[in-house]
C-alpha cells in the first residue's frame, strides 16, 4: 500500500516561529502536493512539486515556501508563522502522467499558531 | 472560471441511500473523483469517472455525471454509520502541470 507520512499530526507555534512540516512517500512518486484544508473552503492548493529540486506555486503561496530535496520528500516552510495560517495541512503525491491521477493522502498536520 | 460546489451538509437514516452533489463551471475537465475523509484523518479516492462517461457503479456507489449541466453526483445505497465522514468531489485538469480543484466537502451524518 502506498504510504504518505507527515511527520507532525499537531502543532502548536507562537507568531513569528519558523515551522516546518515534513512529508515522506514510499511509492516512488513523481508528484507531491502541499493543500491546506479549512472548513468552507475545501482544500488549497499551496505549493506543487513534479520532480527533485522542481515546484510550483499553486493558489495560496503567500507566506509558504517549499524544499524538495529527494524524490520522497516534501518540506513546507512556514518563514513566520501568523495566527491566519492556523489550518490542516494535507500531503499527498501521486504518479506521473498516463494514469487516473488518483492522489495519496498524509493523515494531516492541524497547526495552530497562537 | 474554475469552482467546485457542494453543499456543506447531509444527514441520512441508516439503510436509506445518500445522495451527495456537486457543480463545477469549467468543462476541460478529464477525471472527475469523490474523495472520503474519516475524523481525523486524510481524504482516500473511493472512486472516479472519466469525463466521457455517463455513469459508474462500484459496489454500493454510483456516481452520475451530467456534462451538459456540469453535474456529478454520488449515491450510497444502503448507508452505514461508518459512512459519516466529509466527501469532497474533484475535478483534473492535464493541460499544463497538473491541476485540481476540490470542492467545498459534504459532510455526511448517518443516524441510526
Known amino acids: 500500500d502506498v504510504k504518505v507520512t507527515q511527520s507532525s499530526r499537531y502543532l502548536v507555534k507562537r507568531t513569528g516561529e519558523k515551522v516546518f512540516l515534513e512529508c515522506v512517500q514510499d511509492m516512488d512518486h513523481e508528484n507531491m502536493f502541499w493543500y491546506r484544508q479549512d472548513p468552507g473552503l475545501g482544500l488549497r492548493l499551496i505549493y506543487f512539486s513534479y520532480d527533485v529540486k522542481m515546484k510550483e506555486k499553486g493558489d495560496i503561496p503567500e507566506g509558504y515556501s517549499v524544499s524538495r530535496e529527494k524524490k520522497e520528500r516534501f518540506s513546507l516552510i512556514l518563514e513566520s508563522a501568523s495566527t491566519n495560517q492556523t489550518s490542516m495541512y494535507l500531503c499527498?503525491?501521486?504518479?506521473?502522467?498516463?494514469?487516473?491521477?488518483?492522489?495519496?493522502f498524509g493523515e494531516g498536520s492541524r497547526l495552530t499558531v497562537l | 472560471g474554475e469552482d467546485v460546489e457542494q453543499s456543506l451538509f447531509l444527514s441520512v437514516r441508516e439503510g436509506d441511500s445518500s445522495v451527495i452533489n456537486c457543480t463545477y463551471t469549467d468543462s476541460s475537465s478529464t477525471y472527475l473523483y469523490w474523495y472520503k475523509q474519516e475524523p481525523g484523518a486524510g481524504l482516500q479516492l473511493l472512486t472516479y469517472?472519466?469525463?466521457?462517461?455517463d455513469m459508474k457503479q462500484d459496489q454500493r456507489l454510483t456516481v452520475l455525471l451530467n456534462k451538459k449541466d456540469k453535474h456529478l453526483s454520488l449515491r450510497i445505497a444502503d448507508t452505514q454509520t461508518g459512512d459519516s465522514a466529509i466527501y469532497f468531489c474533484a475535478e483534473r485538469f492535464t493541460s499544463g502541470t497538473y491541476k485540481y480543484i476540490f470542492g467545498t466537502g459534504t459532510r455526511l451524518k448517518v443516524l441510526a
Open positions: 469517472i472519466f469525463s466521457n462517461m
Open positions: 499527498a503525491s501521486n504518479m506521473g502522467r498516463g494514469n487516473t491521477g488518483e492522489l495519496f
